[in-house]
C-alpha cells in the first residue's frame, strides 16, 4: 500500500515537471510565432490556426490535471498550477495584441503608401503657408513705419501736400502711428507757414524802416532848401549887401518861404500820425457832401488868383463811414493839388454822384495831362511833374502821398488817369450802413 502512494507521487511530479517543461516550450514557440508573425505579417487564418494549436497543450494539460484530482495532493502543486494558468493567459494576451497590429497593418497598407507619398507636399504646403503668413503680417506691421518714413521724406523734399490716411484696422497701434504720420506733414506745414508769415511781417517791417529811413532824408533835404534860402535872404538884408537892400521885398519873400517850411511840417506831422502801426482811423457817420463843399469854398481864392472855372454837381446827403478829420485832409489836398496844378483860364470839374454799393468823387481839371510813365509815381513821396514841359507848379510833394496813406487806411478804392480833356483823380465811397 505504502509502494503504491509512492508511485503515485513520483508519477504526479513527473507529469508536473512534463507540464512545466511543455509549458516553456509552448511559451518559446508563441514569442517565435509572433516574432515571425511581425517580420513577415502572415494573413489571420493561420494566426488563428496557430494560436489552437499553441493552446491545446495547455488546455490538455488542465484537463489531465482536473482527471487526476487526488485528495492527497499539497498546496504546492495548486499553487504551481495557478501560476500555470497565469502565464498561458498573459501569452495569450500578447498573441492577440500582436494578432491585432499585424490585422491593423494588413488591412490599411495602402493609407500607409498614401500618407507617406503626401507627406512631402503636406510639409511643403505648410512651410509656404507659413512664409505666406509671415510676409503678410510683416507687411501689415511695417505699413505705418513706411507710411512715417514717406512722409518724412517729402517734408525733407518741402512737399507739404495733404496725405491720404490709411484704412483703420483691426490693431489700434497700427491705426495710430498711421494717424501720427499723417498729421506730421500737416503740422509742419503750419510750422512752415507761420514761419514763411513771420519771413513776411519782418520783409514788410524792413521795408517800412528803409521807407521811414528815405522819407526822413527826404524831408531833410526839403526842409534844407528852403531853411538856407530864407537865411541867405536875410544875411543879406541884415548886411545891406546889392538887392537884398531892399528890405521889404525880401522880408515878404522870405516870409512866404517860411510858410512853405510850416505847410511841410504840418503833412510831416500828418504823415507820422497815419504811418504809426497802432494808427486806427476815428470812423464815424459823416456827409461827404459837406465835406466837398467846405473844402471849394477854402480854395475859392486860389480859383480867384488863376482865374479858373469851377464847375460843381454835387451829390446831396452822401453819407459815409470815415474819418472826418483825415477825410478833410485827403479830400482838401485833391481839390487843391487839381487847381494848382491846373494852368491858368481853364477848367476845373468837381463831381461827386451815386453809385449801387457807394459814391464816386471825380475831379478833373482840364488843359494838359501827364505822362503815363509818371502817372504811377504821383502818390509817392516828394515827387513832381516837370513844370517845364507840363507848366506845373511846384509844391511840397507830398500831397497826394498823404491821400494815399489816408484812403490805404480807410480801403477806399482811388486812382488817377489821363483823359481827352485832361487829368482825373477819382475815389469810391462805399455808403454807410
Same mark, same amino acid.
Given at each position: 500500500?505504502?509502494?503504491?502512494?509512492?508511485?503515485?507521487?513520483?508519477?504526479?511530479?513527473?507529469?508536473?515537471?512534463?507540464?512545466?517543461?511543455?509549458?516553456?516550450?509552448?511559451?518559446?514557440?508563441?514569442?517565435?510565432?509572433?516574432?515571425?508573425?511581425?517580420?513577415?505579417?502572415?494573413?489571420?487564418?493561420?494566426?488563428?490556426?496557430?494560436?489552437?494549436?499553441?493552446?491545446?497543450?495547455?488546455?490538455?494539460?488542465?484537463?489531465?490535471?482536473?482527471?487526476?484530482?487526488?485528495?492527497?495532493?499539497?498546496?504546492?502543486?495548486?499553487?504551481?498550477?495557478?501560476?500555470?494558468?497565469?502565464?498561458?493567459?498573459?501569452?495569450?494576451?500578447?498573441?492577440?495584441?500582436?494578432?491585432?497590429?499585424?490585422?491593423?497593418?494588413?488591412?490599411?497598407?495602402?493609407?500607409?503608401?498614401?500618407?507617406?507619398?503626401?507627406?512631402?507636399?503636406?510639409?511643403?504646403?505648410?512651410?509656404?503657408?507659413?512664409?505666406?503668413?509671415?510676409?503678410?503680417?510683416?507687411?501689415?506691421?511695417?505699413?505705418?513705419?513706411?507710411?512715417?518714413?514717406?512722409?518724412?521724406? +517729402? $517734408?525733407?523734399? !518741402?512737399?507739404?501736400?495733404?496725405?491720404? #490716411?490709411?484704412?483703420?484696422?483691426?490693431? @489700434?497701434?497700427?491705426? *495710430? %502711428?498711421?494717424?501720427?504720420?499723417?498729421?506730421?506733414?500737416?503740422?509742419?506745414?503750419?510750422?512752415?507757414?507761420?514761419?514763411?508769415?513771420?519771413?513776411?511781417?519782418?520783409?514788410?517791417?524792413?521795408?517800412?524802416?528803409?521807407?521811414?529811413?528815405?522819407?526822413?532824408?527826404?524831408?531833410?533835404?526839403?526842409?534844407?532848401?528852403?531853411?538856407?534860402?530864407?537865411?541867405?535872404?536875410?544875411?543879406?538884408?541884415?548886411?545891406?549887401?546889392?538887392?537884398?537892400?531892399?528890405?521889404?521885398?525880401?522880408?515878404?519873400?522870405?516870409?512866404?518861404?517860411?510858410? +512853405? $517850411?510850416?505847410? !511841410?511840417?504840418?503833412?510831416?506831422?500828418? #504823415?507820422?500820425?497815419?504811418?504809426?502801426? @497802432?494808427?486806427?482811423? *476815428? %470812423?464815424?457817420?459823416?456827409?461827404?457832401?459837406?465835406?466837398?463843399?467846405?473844402?471849394?469854398?477854402?480854395?475859392?481864392?486860389?480859383?480867384?488868383?488863376?482865374?479858373?472855372?469851377?464847375?460843381?454837381?454835387?451829390?446831396?446827403?452822401?453819407?459815409?463811414?470815415?474819418?472826418?478829420?483825415?477825410?478833410?485832409?485827403?479830400?482838401?489836398?485833391?481839390?487843391?493839388?487839381?487847381?494848382?496844378?491846373?494852368?491858368?483860364?481853364?477848367?476845373?470839374?468837381?463831381?461827386?454822384?451815386?453809385?449801387?454799393?457807394?459814391?464816386?468823387?471825380?475831379?478833373?481839371?482840364?488843359?494838359?495831362?501827364?505822362?503815363?510813365?509818371?502817372?504811377?509815381?504821383?502818390?509817392?513821396?516828394?515827387?513832381?511833374?516837370?513844370?517845364?514841359?507840363?507848366?506845373?507848379?511846384?509844391?511840397?510833394?507830398?500831397?497826394?502821398?498823404?491821400?494815399?496813406?489816408?484812403?490805404?487806411?480807410?480801403?477806399?478804392?482811388?486812382?488817377?488817369?489821363?483823359?481827352?480833356?485832361?487829368?482825373?483823380?477819382?475815389?469810391?465811397?462805399?455808403?454807410?450802413?
Amino acid at each position: 500500500m505504502k509502494a503504491s502512494g509512492t508511485q503515485t507521487a513520483e508519477q504526479a511530479e513527473s507529469d508536473k515537471q512534463n507540464d512545466q517543461s511543455k509549458t516553456k516550450q509552448n511559451k518559446a514557440v508563441s514569442e517565435s510565432s509572433i516574432s515571425n508573425f511581425q517580420s513577415s505579417q502572415i494573413d489571420m487564418k493561420t494566426l488563428s490556426t496557430a494560436i489552437n494549436h499553441l493552446l491545446q497543450p495547455s488546455q490538455t494539460a488542465k484537463a489531465k490535471e482536473h482527471a487526476q484530482n487526488i485528495p492527497g495532493k499539497s498546496n504546492t502543486t495548486s499553487s504551481l498550477t495557478e501560476a500555470e494558468k497565469q502565464v498561458t493567459n498573459n501569452d495569450a494576451l500578447h498573441t492577440q495584441n500582436a494578432a491585432s497590429k499585424a490585422n491593423d497593418t494588413h488591412d490599411n497598407p495602402k493609407l500607409t503608401d498614401v500618407l507617406q507619398q503626401l507627406a512631402p507636399h503636406i510639409g511643403a504646403t505648410m512651410l509656404a503657408l507659413s512664409l505666406l503668413g509671415s510676409l503678410i503680417y510683416a507687411k501689415i506691421i511695417a505699413k505705418p513705419f513706411r507710411y512715417m518714413s514717406d512722409a518724412l521724406k +517729402d $517734408i525733407m523734399n !518741402l512737399d507739404f501736400s495733404d496725405k491720404k #490716411l490709411l484704412n483703420k484696422n483691426t490693431d @489700434q497701434t497700427d491705426f *495710430n %502711428l498711421q494717424v501720427a504720420a499723417s498729421q506730421v506733414p500737416t503740422i509742419v506745414k503750419n510750422l512752415h507757414e507761420s514761419n514763411q508769415d513771420l519771413r513776411n511781417e519782418l520783409k514788410k517791417e524792413q521795408q517800412l524802416e528803409q521807407s521811414r529811413k528815405e522819407f526822413m532824408s527826404m524831408i531833410s533835404h526839403e526842409l534844407k532848401t528852403p531853411i538856407a534860402a530864407v537865411m541867405g535872404q536875410l544875411d543879406g538884408m541884415i548886411h545891406g549887401i546889392g538887392a537884398y537892400k531892399d528890405r521889404d521885398k525880401y522880408l515878404k519873400r522870405s516870409y512866404e518861404m517860411m510858410q +512853405d $517850411i510850416n505847410i !511841410l511840417t504840418e503833412k510831416v506831422s500828418e #504823415l507820422s500820425k497815419i504811418q504809426n502801426p @497802432q494808427f486806427k482811423p *476815428n %470812423l464815424k457817420v459823416i456827409s461827404l457832401t459837406n465835406i466837398i463843399e467846405d473844402v471849394i469854398k477854402k480854395v475859392d481864392y486860389f480859383v480867384s488868383v488863376k482865374q479858373l472855372n469851377v464847375q460843381s454837381n454835387i451829390k446831396q446827403d452822401a453819407q459815409i463811414l470815415a474819418d472826418p478829420k483825415f477825410m478833410q485832409t485827403a479830400i482838401f489836398n485833391i481839390i487843391s493839388n487839381a487847381i494848382h496844378y491846373t494852368i491858368d483860364h481853364q477848367h476845373v470839374y468837381i463831381k461827386l454822384y451815386e453809385k449801387p454799393n457807394g459814391y464816386a468823387l471825380e475831379v478833373l481839371n482840364t488843359g494838359s495831362q501827364i505822362d503815363e510813365d509818371k502817372l504811377a509815381h504821383l502818390f509817392e513821396p516828394f515827387y513832381r511833374a516837370n513844370p517845364d514841359k507840363h507848366g506845373l507848379v511846384q509844391g511840397s510833394g507830398l500831397g497826394l502821398y498823404i491821400v494815399k496813406q489816408i484812403l490805404d487806411k480807410h480801403q477806399f478804392p482811388y486812382g488817377i488817369q489821363n483823359t481827352p480833356q485832361g487829368v482825373k483823380c477819382s475815389i469810391v465811397f462805399p455808403k454807410a450802413m
